[in-house]
């Protein structure tokens, strides 16, 4: 579980992207040597001794006022303010300039914890020269080199010794779901109709919802706790810095949810982004319920709804373990039926199934339907057994994994279903050899 966030802030060109790749272990930001390049935020997921946080890539922080450094200085503003721990990047190849200067201030008004990674020490000499460092008054400097992965591992040690250790402090018999979904989809308007009071400012202006706002409440004898989120919007169509950082909300929010409702326009159907969104649910593990809002809009007909379930089947293919509800949630119609569902998907995404009982289900599965030649072999399932829940994983001991054909991982998963049902929670199967 995601337990932190760091962000990598400094001036332009002191190599915060290759530093930020060499964390998460890929080439995520691009990385070119002219000032300016990373404009946007951008956060991964990353982990070190078994801790796993989320990492921000934030743009080069001037002090000119023209605007667009004015506007990657308020990006990192705001990472800044979501962040647990600040990895500031200076360049020792140039020494401390005054804009430096600039963002330790910056930095000693924000009151976090600060690491000071002196970039760019490929030799004896420069290394040397990183004492210069302390007189920006943030702390004691790291030598590190980003492009070779020298003093990366400190940089991290002192990542975790930093990083709060916060624990989950709601009740276990508490479910939590999420609201997410693209900008001006009635998410706040569902907040409100499912929590029966006006929680949430709702506008038809896109992107009013700017925080994820969580609220406890209890419903026929069940504690729940809803978080509503600001709209993801695609990245090239986000010109809001703080529209940008809701994103990184709405990834922590469905970080701590049990389910996640992603809702759909009914009005304008699916669009690309609607995909995206629902990709960050499903990649979670987490319980998925897709809610069609805004149905009181839709001239309808005996076939209109069954028509919009096939085009989201087709469109949401990953997701067609998800059931799907259709609302409006400004007329408060069909709201009543996520709770049941919501009960129902959680208890699915916590199921354990009993080993005897898995087993004999993979027998049946491959008496039914044998398994073929693939990769120069045949599969063969020795045993299996449920290793995890959140989502239900299972693994299957077998004579060699690479024998194991993606559309017969897929029958399985499917038998499994049949059996033991696992309506909105995904499903994973890892295949071992058999020692």
């Known amino acids: 579980m995601i337990k932190g966030v760091v962000a990598i802030v400094g001036r332009a060109n002191v190599g915060k992207s290759t530093i930020f790749n060499r964390i998460v272990g890929e080439r995520i930001s691009i990385v070119e040597d002219v000032p300016g390049v990373t404009r946007d935020r951008i956060y991964a997921n990353a982990s070190w001794l078994t801790r796993e946080f989320r990492l921000i890539d934030t743009g080069g922080i001037e002090r000119d006022d023209l605007s667009f450094s004015q506007q990657i200085k308020m990006q990192a503003e705001i990472a800044?303010?979501?962040a647990d721990v600040i990895l500031f990047v200076v360049n020792a190849r140039e020494g401390i300039t005054t804009d430096d200067m600039f963002v330790a201030r910056m930095l000693q008004k924000s009151k976090k914890p600060i690491i000071l990674a002196v970039n760019k020490v490929d030799n004896d000499t420069l290394r040397d020269h990183i004492y210069d460092f302390y007189n920006l008054g943030v702390g004691d400097p790291i030598a590190v080199s980003g492009s070779h992965g020298i003093g990366i591992g400190d940089i991290l040690d002192e990542m975790i010794h930093l990083l709060p250790n916060h624990e989950d402090e709601h009740s276990e018999d508490e479910i939590r779901f999420s609201i997410i979904g693209r900008p001006n989809v009635g998410k706040s308007s569902l907040t409100n109709a499912v929590l029966g009071q006006e929680r949430v400012i709702v506008s038809d202006i896109e992107g009013t919802t700017r925080?994820?706002?969580?609220?406890?409440?209890?419903?026929d004898g069940q504690k729940y706790s809803v978080i509503d989120t600001a709209g993801m919007r695609k990245k090239g169509k986000v010109?809001?810095?703080?529209?940008?950082?809701?994103?990184?909300?709405?990834?922590?929010?469905?970080?701590?949810?049990?389910?996640?409702?992603?809702?759909?326009?009914?009005?304008?159907?699916?669009?690309?982004?609607?995909?995206?969104?629902?990709?960050?649910?499903?990649?979670?593990?987490?319980?998925?319920?897709?809610?069609?809002?805004?149905?009181?809009?839709?001239d309808k007909n005996d076939k209109t709804m069954k028509k919009m379930e096939d085009q989201i089947r087709e469109q949401l293919k990953y997701l067609d373990y998800a059931p799907i509800v259709f609302t409006s949630a400004k007329e408060k119609k069909r709201v009543h039926l996520l709770f049941p569902l919501i009960q129902e998907v959680y208890a699915n995404n916590h199921k354990r199934v009993s080993t005897s009982v898995l087993n004999d289900v993979l027998i049946d599965a491959q008496a039914m339907n044998p398994t073929t030649t693939f990769n120069g072999g045949r599969l063969k399932i020795f045993?299996?057994?449920?290793?995890?829940?959140?989502?239900?994983?299972?693994?299957?001991?077998?004579?060699?994994?690479?024998y194991l054909h993606f559309s017969y991982k897929r029958y399985l998963e499917n038998r499994l279903r049949d059996a033991f049902g696992f309506e909105g929670t995904p499903i994973h199967i890892i295949c071992r050899k058999r020692d």
């Open 80 to 82: 800044i303010e979501e």
């Open 211 to 219: 925080d994820a706002i969580d609220t406890s409440f209890e419903k």
């Open 239 to 298: 010109y809001e810095s703080i529209e940008k950082y809701s994103i990184l909300r709405a990834l922590s929010a469905i970080e701590k949810s049990d389910v996640v409702l992603v809702v759909i326009d009914a009005d304008r159907g699916i669009v690309e982004q609607d995909k995206h969104v629902a990709g960050y649910a499903h990649e979670a593990g987490k319980g998925v319920i897709i809610v069609v809002n805004k149905w009181d809009l839709v």
């Open 383 to 402: 045993y299996a057994n449920q290793v995890s829940v959140c989502p239900p994983t299972f693994v299957l001991f077998a004579n060699d994994p690479q």
